[in-house]
């Protein structure tokens, strides 16, 4: 969506991600990958749920997740190096049983988790978290569709093996382009291209179209401003053997040091965004009434 030229869309889209890392209740995390924060809403009555969205592979076999969520007293009154005035960064671990959705799709590699309390408790203690919850209405729209090039340009944040700004809580950014149509189906899987660098620890990125400081309208015309939409997930690269023979591969979450055997052609698989509407059916039934939990 287009933003003013006074809203700066990259700060924004980088605040969408956070750090997961997974493994047993008591033992040392044993994964890593990324996580983005995405909001579901009850069609008929004002309930809505925080859902963090990442990679099945990422918490395979894990019991408990753990991530960090920034908050201040005021997440616009930054200081000299901007960050918030104040700013604390708050461990959350979270117990995946109960709280996690797989997608229904064996084949789609996608999650969610329920972060809901956390985040509420966050926000009902007065504080405001420096995250930016994006909805579906960050998917293209109808009109964006129809115009979409092969040829996008993107930004994908995440924390290619594990790597991340410790100090500020800040996650990596990359930009490339769409190296295949954005909605097109890669070998008839709901898969795209991106012609960027994935590693361990990139699972789960979401992958934006980026326009700046000028962006196509509907009618094809240029305006002044930036506009960011919600294009996928990244979920895999495609690599090659010595031998020049090429591999689909998930893209590896476990920390520990993996041998190089293979070499990466700089081709990350994505799957693609609209694949997330499908966790508002499954949070909320269409014609399901929501009933609240007992208190």
């Known amino acids: 969506m287009p933003t003013p030229a006074a809203t700066r869309t990259e700060d924004a889209l980088v605040l969408t991600t956070v750090r997961i890392s997974a493994g047993l209740t ?5 994964s890593v990958g990324t996580g983005f924060l995405y909001r579901v809403a009850h069609s008929t009555t004002n309930i809505a749920k925080c859902l963090l969205i990442t990679n099945k592979h990422v918490v395979h076999g894990a019991e408990v997740v753990h991530f960090l969520i920034s908050h201040a007293t005021s997440v616009t009154d ?13 461990l959350f671990t979270m117990p995946l049983a109960g709280n996690l959705y797989h997608h229904r799709d064996q084949n789609v590699d996608l999650c969610a988790i329920d972060v809901t309390i956390p985040i509420g408790n966050l926000l009902g203690a007065g504080k405001q978290i420096r995250s930016m919850i994006i909805d579906a209405s960050w998917l293209p729209s109808e009109i964006d569709r129809k115009n979409m090039r092969t040829m996008e340009p993107v930004m994908v944040i995440g924390y290619p093996v594990g790597l991340f700004d410790s100090h ?19 070998k008839n899987r709901r898969d795209f291209l991106v012609d960027v660098a994935a590693y361990a620890g990139s699972s789960g990125s979401p992958v934006f179209s980026f326009e700046s400081p000028f962006y196509r309208q509907d009618d094809g015309t240029l305006a ?26 998930e893209i590896p979450s476990a920390l520990t040091q993996i041998p190089l055997t293979k070499t990466s052609l700089n081709l990350a698989i ?21 009933i609240p939990l007992a208190t």
């Open 78 to 90: 930054l200081n000299k190096q901007h960050q918030p005035v104040g700013r604390q960064d708050q």
């Open 270 to 290: 994505a799957l693609h965004g609209d694949l997330i509407r499908d966790f508002d059916e499954q949070v909320f039934p269409v014609g399901a009434p929501f």
């Open 224 to 249: 002044p401003g930036s506009k960011g939409q919600f294009l996928g997930v990244v979920w895999g690269v495609i690599e090659t053997t010595s031998q020049g023979t090429l591999h689909v591969v």
């Open 168 to 186: 500020n809580n800040m996650p990596i950014v990359r930009k490339g382009t769409t190296a295949t149509h954005p909605l097109a189906h890669y």
């Open 26 to 30: 008591s033992a040392e995390p044993t």
